[in-house]
């Protein structure tokens, strides 16, 4: 019982590490040598786990291979993920007449049996039995390339197809993760306490499966913890100013007796004689949801809407960011009589243009946390108010009636620093700052 609860313990410890912009969270590496990175997706207790690879470094017998096929491909004409392999691998490169070719593979495969139960899938819905490792590369690599690093005994190659693995248990070595970035303040932190009274606080960076846990402390200390002596495990966010369920970027659904709860898992209890292990699972209505070990039958994730990643910033004096790039401010005149203020459109020395798209629709306002900067106000720039020279004029009306509402806003762990968050189109955009007069321009494309 104790050592299925200790593979649960680790999954929902990855499924709580940040995948964002496509970065790899995590790293399987199986007995055979073979290491898949990409992310978890589901896990079935005890059994296997739901893999989605976006690189896969695979090690396969020579005596399973068949036969290779070798072609030499233009590397501008290769994918980006492909491009950003050789920029890390140079020496796989050739070069001709001013372009760049590296040799890529087809690999067939004998249809001997192996031992292996992994497979892969092109759907989560998999009801085929186990399919052996080399039919499972015959029929998933044949009609893509992979480029051959290592001939011998064996044979390794890389693979960047995005692929969703079945991995069984069984034939896992570890699972790892990323260590969070010094400069993210948004995630969450591990806290675990052993059977002898001892507690450390950190994030959980391995788990060499039936034996230990690696966990990094807040000082950077990394602590090996032997699976049995741990009592319990919490998870604790990192912004103690952000909403916990802004700070995952995925929602853990948790299957048992017949239902399912969607939420965070916050708690783990690893169980002793007397007392079974459960899992404390915190839902959208902030309600603990105990759920006994024994009788989870499934676990997986779903990307949660409501993820909010927040970064640290030094922010100086008048200095404010639009999603992360620093923008210069234009001082406004002001036309007491009219009750108007303008600028010049020539004087912003920043045109800074953002695309709708790559923000979401969202533009994201970081300045200091002070009573005079938080006074801010973010309107749309229409056509009536550009003249022909060029000057943007903007009344006390313009800010009450078009100012756009603020839908989020979050203060830094230290609360010097402020983000608020507009939903925005395509447009031309002033935010004013009427105790100080200065006025910030973008364009969102």
Known sequence: MRMKFIFITLLTTLLASSYVSGK??????????????????????????????????????MSLVANTMKTEVEVSKLPVEWQTWIADNPLSVRSDYGKKYIQMSRIFFTSNEAESDSVVV??????????NMALLFARNFENHQVKIVERGSSIKFVDLTPLVCVLQFREMKSISKVLRQADVVTGMNDVIETRKGLSFHGQIVEQLLGKSIRLVTDDGVTQVIENGDISVQKR????????????VPFLDIVAANHKEIEGIITYQNYGTKKEPAFMCVLDKNKKENRIAI???????????PQYRQIKIIHIGKDEVYFNQHLIK??????????????????LVSQHLILSADSIQSRLAVEMCNT????????????????????????SYQDLVTKSVPIVHSVISADEKFIRLEFAITIGNYILYNPKKSLAYFCEIR
């Open 329 to 346: 401010p234009v001082k406004c005149e002001i036309d007491q009589k009219a009750q108007i203020f303008y600028f010049n459109k020539s």
């Open 294 to 304: 024994k009788d989870i039958t499934e676990m997986r994730r779903v990307k949660n």
């Open 371 to 394: 009573l005079t900067d938080k006074s801010v106000m973010l309107i749309p720039v229409d056509e009536k108010m550009v003249s022909k020279k060029g000057t943007i004029r903007f």
């Open 122 to 131: 092109d759907t989560f819905d998999v009801k085929d039995p186990p399919v």
């Open 236 to 247: 604790e966010k990192n912004n103690p100013n952000q909403d916990i369920f802004e700070q």
């Open 24 to 61: 790899i969270l995590d790293k399987v590496v199986m007995k055979d040598g073979s290491v898949i990175e990409g992310h978890i997706v589901s896990q079935l207790p005890g059994k296997e786990i739901r893999f989605y690879s976006e690189k896969a470094t695979v090690c396969v017998e």
